[in-house]
C-alpha cells in the first residue's frame, strides 16, 4: 500500500455518498484543484461508517471542498495518522481543515 492515498477523486454530491457502503476507513476531501483540505476518519463509533462521516461533510464541507475519495480500512486509526504524517511532510503542515488535531502530536514519518 502507497503512504499517500491514490485513490481516484469524487464530486462531493449526495448520489455519490449515498453510494457509500458503511464500512470503516479514512478519506480525503478536496478543493477543485485537488488541494487537500481535510484527511478523516470514519471509526467504531462512527453512524454509518463512511457514508455517515461524508454525509455530514456533505451538509455542512470545509470551505472549498467539492470531491473526496476514500480508502476502506480496519486499521484505520493508524492509516488517519500515517495520512495526516504525509501530508505534514510533503506541506510543514497539516490540511488546512484538520485545526482538530495538535501537529506536534502526530510524530513525523520518514520517508527515505
Not at 457502503?21 to 471509526?43: F, M, S
Request: hydrophobic fraction near 40%; glycine fraction near 8%.
Amino acid at each position: 500500500m502507497a503512504v499517500r492515498m491514490v485513490k481516484p477523486w469524487r464530486p462531493l454530491t449526495a448520489e455519490n455518498v449515498e453510494a457509500l457502503t458503511g464500512h470503516l476507513g479514512v478519506y480525503q476531501l478536496a478543493d477543485a484543484e485537488e488541494r487537500i483540505l481535510y484527511i478523516g476518519v470514519a471509526g467504531g463509533r462512527t453512524l454509518q461508517g463512511l457514508k455517515g462521516e461524508l454525509r455530514r461533510h456533505l451538509a455542512e464541507p470545509p470551505a472549498g471542498a467539492d470531491r473526496f475519495r476514500v480508502e476502506v480500512n480496519m486499521a484505520y486509526r493508524t492509516r488517519h495518522f500515517e495520512l495526516l504524517q504525509a501530508y505534514r511532510s510533503d506541506h510543514d503542515a497539516l490540511p488546512p481543515a484538520n485545526d482538530d488535531i495538535e501537529a506536534a502530536s502526530l510524530g513525523r514519518l520518514r520517508l527515505d
